[in-house]
């Protein structure tokens, strides 16, 4: 009889939590959020043929699945297919044969697969094999938090903070946002509670669609050796404890399993990641953006995690040595973590409140708090508050879409728009109510009681002044205005303006041949294809061309196109003077020295590619940017 009453507890939560996820899995329709077109048609392709590469008749079956969504990037996968084209619908490649995969590695269809099949066996949705992967991984986290507290009670309490962390938020995508967080909280807890194999496997998982996560693999280490370390114990000591065999194993096993997607990668693609090569650019990351991954009131860590925030904050004279050695140890982590994602291209990407990104690299502060709550059972206040906040901030984070702004920054610009300035991208498409590329040619404007009280422009649009006044006027000195990133800047208002237009010149595609523009060599024909993709191709690794400034006392330039393979960088000479290289799809103004052109010369610019290729197997030339316009401006211009 004792034996029988031991063995209940034992296996009642594991139980309970099954059935408390099976229930919730029946009862939750899967969204397509984030990446669903390729993770979607990949399921179906590895349930149906046994291999990750997307065949047509896979997108046939999918299609009727998804009820109609997502036509059109179906639609232009499928044409480029038929067509043979090398350049495929942006979210899938061609690799070795040919063959189309997803840009994303397929771990997680993978995970899907079996689901699918069952689900669609007994005729259920099978798409919701999505929902069931991703509780599956909280089902992981469950027995995690029973090892790592010993006890049932806090497990679900533990459980419930994973939850109102970003779990119920991201727990019904068709992406894998909650399998890399909940895989890498339960990593931290088993590897710091004695199991370090299964610790670190569990992160290598974690990490097949979320490569970052490799640097667990450094940390958790750390983290351990913060938790275990004692006083008057010598470092080397220390290190020694932290590196037995198991250890060594499990993160010798952990990084074989990162290292499968860089391994695809390089045989299909021959690059380590083709994500990173495509979607990414490090001259991105900088202190803009490291401030909006933690801070923006619309997808920052503040807006989606305050209550975890302010407990860590709160609870910083209670920690003592262990645990302020331990949250250093997270912390670091997290933004380990953080950093390779500020290189990312959208950075206004779907989200449910707080950035997906922001949702997994915030486990190890949520383990910092969990260790804290082992250590000191008693804080139940503590705890209780963190429940309360979070509680409300999954309801704040669910109540606006990824394209507008947060109620809370809304009020913000309602009544001080002159104190916030978020991160351009997220500015101009959540005023503008869409998810597109950021363009230089645009101005962004968010309107209260019918006035523009703030503007995104960029200094390279040549119309931003004319956009924001009319024709013939120009902004009213004295604006407010805030210097952002990469060019743009905002001005804070209302706008007013005055008589008299900016003193420049534009040069497009269509003064070739008129005597304004002379393309003298590197070029190819002028296309006139619509609003934005009107330009000229350069061919080769070098090509000039000569303006007709007129009577303008030329003092900068400002270039705007795109690269062929962004990011990319060219060298820029005026009259011969170098001007040095330049992202030129930045389209920032390039000051000219004093002397390279007077008043009536023609300007001559020449331009050094770092990079060409051909477009397409059948088209021979070695295309590198296509030139939309290019502005001159007299020396002492009057910018925004």
Not at 92 to 121: I, N, S, W
Not at 429 to 449: K, S
Not at 622 to 637: N, T
Request: net charge positive.
């Amino acid at each position: 009889m004792r034996a029988a009453h031991h063995a209940a507890p034992h296996w009642r939560f594991p139980l309970l939590l099954a059935l408390a996820l099976v229930l919730l899995a029946a009862l939750a329709p899967t969204a397509y959020r984030g990446d669903a077109v390729e993770y979607t048609v990949d399921t179906v392709a590895i349930a149906s043929h046994a291999s990750p590469d997307v065949r047509l008749e896979d997108i046939a079956r999918t299609r009727p699945l998804l009820e109609g969504a997502f036509k059109e990037p179906f639609d232009q996968l499928e044409r480029g297919m038929r067509a043979g084209e090398r350049d495929l619908y942006a979210a899938f490649a061609r690799g070795r044969g040919d063959k189309v995969y997803p840009v994303h590695f397929f771990g997680y269809p993978l995970m899907a697969a079996l689901p699918f099949k069952l689900l669609d066996t007994l005729g259920l949705p099978p798409f919701r094999a999505f929902v069931v992967v991703n509780l599956a991984a909280v089902f992981v986290l469950g027995l995690a938090l029973r090892r790592f507290f010993g006890d049932e009670r806090r497990a679900w309490g533990g459980l419930a903070l994973f939850m109102l962390c970003g779990g119920v938020l991201y727990f019904r995508w068709s992406s894998p946002e909650c399998v890399s967080a909940a895989l890498l909280l339960a990593g931290l807890l088993r590897y710091t509670s004695g199991a370090p194999v299964s610790g670190a496997l569990l992160a290598g998982v974690s990490s097949l669609q979320n490569p970052t996560i490799v640097f667990f693999f450094g940390f958790a280490p750390l983290i351990k050796l913060a938790m275990d370390y004692r006083p008057g114990q010598t470092l080397a000591a220390a290190l020694r404890a932290q590196l037995g065999r198991r250890s060594l194993l499990g993160l010798a096993l952990g990084v074989a399993v990162f290292a499968l997607p860089v391994l695809f990668n390089l045989y299909q693609y021959g690059v380590p990641n083709l994500i990173a090569r495509r979607f990414s650019d490090p001259n991105l990351v900088g202190s803009e953006r490291l401030l909006s991954f933690f801070f923006d009131l619309n997808q920052g860590m503040l807006i989606g995690l305050p209550g975890l925030l302010a407990a860590l904050l709160l609870a910083g004279r209670a920690l003592g040595a262990h645990g302020l050695r331990v949250l250093a140890a997270c912390a670091l982590f997290t933004l380990a973590l953080a950093l390779p994602a500020l290189s990312i291209l959208n950075w206004n990407s779907d989200a449910a409140g707080m950035m997906r990104y922001v949702f997994w690299a915030s486990m190890p502060l949520v383990f910092a708090l969990l260790e804290l709550l082992r250590r000191h059972p008693g804080v139940k206040r503590l705890a209780v508050g963190v429940a309360v906040v979070q509680l409300l901030a999954t309801a704040h984070a669910a109540s606006y879409p990824y394209v507008n702004f947060s109620p809370l920054a809304r009020q913000l610009l309602a009544h001080v728009p002159g104190i916030y300035h978020p991160e351009p991208e997220i500015f101009a498409e959540r005023a503008g109510v869409h998810d597109n590329y950021l363009r230089a040619d645009q101005v962004y404007a968010w309107r209260a009681g019918g006035q523009v009280v703030k503007a995104l422009v960029h200094e390279g649009n040549p119309a931003a002044q004319e956009s924001l006044c009319g024709g013939g006027a120009t902004l009213a000195p004295g604006l407010a205005s805030t210097p952002a990133t990469r060019g743009w800047r905002y001005v804070d208002g209302p706008i007013r303006c005055q008589a008299g237009a900016l003193a420049q010149r534009r040069f497009g595609p269509e003064d070739v041949g008129a005597g304004k523009l002379e393309l003298l060599a590197g070029w190819s024909d002028p296309e006139f294809n619509g609003p934005g993709w009107d330009g000229i191709w350069s061919t080769g690794a070098r090509s000039r061309l000569r303006l007709q400034v007129g009577g303008l006392a030329p003092g900068a330039i400002v270039i705007r196109g795109r690269y062929l393979d962004a990011p990319g960088r060219t060298r820029v000479f005026a009259n011969g003077a170098d001007l040095g290289w330049h992202a030129l799809d930045r389209a920032t103004a390039l000051p000219l020295p004093q002397g390279p052109v007077a008043p009536g010369q023609p300007l001559v610019i020449e331009f050094e590619h770092e990079r060409t290729r051909s477009p397409s197997p059948g088209d021979p030339r070695q295309l590198a940017f296509f030139l939309q316009d290019i502005s001159v401006r007299a020396a002492a211009p009057s910018t925004p």
